[in-house]
């Protein structure tokens, strides 16, 4: 009889384990599917939007690179193009990235901290100037990446600091020769 107690009882243990699991298990399928108003949504602050405007000139400054100049011009037939030398070849397609990875940049948190030599924003880790068909200029300043290297710090002139996600500032920071078509494809283009 004695036996069959401690039988009875690891029974009842195990059906509370199960059910306990059973209870987790539901717990987290209910969770997955939330309806997208009970999912906290992360806010965001547009630093630059350039929607569908067509750009015309793109600049841009760097802390790694200080001594070399960035500064390419679109012409009318869309073709960028080196402004201190125009016989350096312009890889297009990576100039034509650039633009289209700046064209909505987004700030997902305000930072009150004025400590800007902290945040690597003075000196600046690199400052972008974009300049817009209309003639409207637009700055997005860049500064260190966050501890967790999750975010970079940057700014956009209105005077706040954001924490920057998924920054394309990486796309900017080389060395110019990164920024020419070495194989000429786009030269033997332009001449046929």
């Known amino acids: 009889m004695k036996n069959n107690r401690g039988l009875k009882l690891l029974l009842l243990t195990l059906g509370v384990l199960v059910a306990a699991g059973i209870a987790v298990l539901i717990g987290s399928i209910v969770k997955k599917n939330e309806t997208p108003d009970e999912v906290q949504v992360e806010e965001t602050y547009p630093v630059v939007v350039l929607g569908d405007q067509r750009v015309v000139h793109l600049e841009w400054t760097l802390r790694d690179y200080p001594d070399t100049v960035y500064s390419f011009t679109k012409?009318?037939?869309?073709?960028?193009h080196y402004d201190p030398d125009p016989s350096f070849n312009v890889e297009h397609?990576?100039?034509?990235?650039?633009?289209?990875?700046?064209?909505?940049?987004?700030g997902y948190r305000k930072i009150e901290s004025r400590d800007m030599q902290a945040m690597?924003?003075?000196?600046?880790?690199?400052?972008?100037r974009i300049?817009?068909?209309?003639?409207?200029?637009?700055t997005l300043i860049y500064g260190n990446m966050t501890s967790s290297g999750e975010h970079q710090y940057g700014m956009n002139g209105d005077g706040n600091v954001y924490l920057l996600k998924n920054t394309v500032f990486r796309y900017f920071n080389k060395p110019l020769s990164d920024f020419e078509d070495v194989e000429g494809k786009y030269t033997e283009e332009a001449t046929e």
């Open 120 to 128: 690597g924003l003075e000196p600046p880790a690199g400052t972008i």
């Open 131 to 138: 300049t817009l068909e209309s003639g409207e200029v637009l």
């Open 75 to 80: 012409d009318e037939h869309e073709r960028w």
């Open 93 to 106: 397609t990576l100039l034509a990235s650039l633009v289209g990875y700046t064209r909505t940049t987004n």
